[in-house]
């Protein structure tokens, strides 16, 4: 591991450790790591190269304007701003979460708060960047009311829009934060517990038009699915397997850069 590595991943456990204890973050002194022998890690590409899908009409523009006139379920009803998602238009993961929290309601954007700024500094320590080579999206696109979980068919209505996501953004790896996205894309009822550290696969169902795909040809992408950075927040017990499953993730993306 080199200084800098090991200098992100100390802050981030260092955040998680403050916002358990006293809700918000303390000062601390500066780390002076040192690198490991050996510690050459490929850099990862600030971007997923993949070819533009041909003669698609669709475009993140469009979903996003689509998710605004949206009144498919009543979360439209009780949202401040819809939040479609934001990063690069060629990802090498798409973060998952499930939906958006009073931040992301004010503020139109993806895990803008507490939890957001912990998921910045976990990407941050296996070398990604939410505005370079990330996608950040939710299973729904308007906040649930009091942060609940959003409902079965509130998720249904609103998964056209992130299949539309997926199919355009072609993302090399899609990382599952917490039970309900990992649940829901997964279309499973196993536990997060039972779904975390180890990679399974999740094929789009529908063209980059938005139509359904009867017989599809798109390739599965990987999926990790891990805690949601808020339940990190919430239990430090967790930081260890969330830890776990970076470097899981890290390794993945490794292999992809040499593929
Ligand atoms: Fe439409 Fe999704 Fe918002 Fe429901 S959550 S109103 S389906 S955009």
């Known amino acids: 591991m080199t200084a ?23 000062r601390r002194e500066e780390y ?13 590409p600030l971007a997923y190269m993949i070819e533009e899908p041909e003669g698609s009409s669709d475009s993140l523009e469009a979903i996003a304007g689509d998710v605004s006139a949206c009144e498919a379920c009543p979360l439209y ?23 958006p929290g009073a931040d992301e309601d004010k503020a139109g954007r993806p895990f803008v708060g507490r939890a957001g700024q912990l998921l910045d500094k976990m990407l941050q320590s296996i070398g990604l960047d939410r505005n370079k080579n990330c996608y950040i999206a939710n299973m729904v696109k308007c906040r ?26 072609k993302p090399g790896i899609i990382l599952c934060a917490g039970r309900v996205a990992a649940q829901s894309l997964l279309k499973t009822a196993r536990g997060i ?20 795909e009867p017989e599809n040809t798109e390739p599965a992408i ?30 993945r993306l490794e292999s992809l850069n040499k593929e």
């Open 4 to 26: 800098e590595e090991k200098t992100i991943l100390a802050h981030f456990l260092d955040l998680a450790d403050d916002y358990v204890c006293c809700g918000h973050a303390r």
């Open 32 to 44: 002076a790591f040192e690198d490991d022998e050996a510690a050459e890690q490929p850099a990862l």
């Open 193 to 212: 517990n039972a779904l975390r550290g180890e990679f399974t696969e999740y094929r789009p169902e529908c063209n980059s038009d938005g139509a359904a």
């Open 144 to 169: 649930p009311p009091e942060n609940r979980d959003p409902e079965p068919d509130e998720i249904t209505a609103c998964s056209r829009f992130l299949e539309r996501q997926i199919t355009l953004l």
């Open 77 to 99: 009803k009780t949202r401040t701003l819809p939040v479609p998602g934001e990063g690069s238009g060629h990802p090498l993961v798409l973060v998952i979460g499930e939906g």
């Open 222 to 251: 990987p999926v990790l699915c891990t805690f949601h950075p808020s339940a990190v927040l919430r239990d430090e017990n967790l930081k260890r397997p969330a830890w776990e499953d970076l470097k899981l993730l890290k390794t």
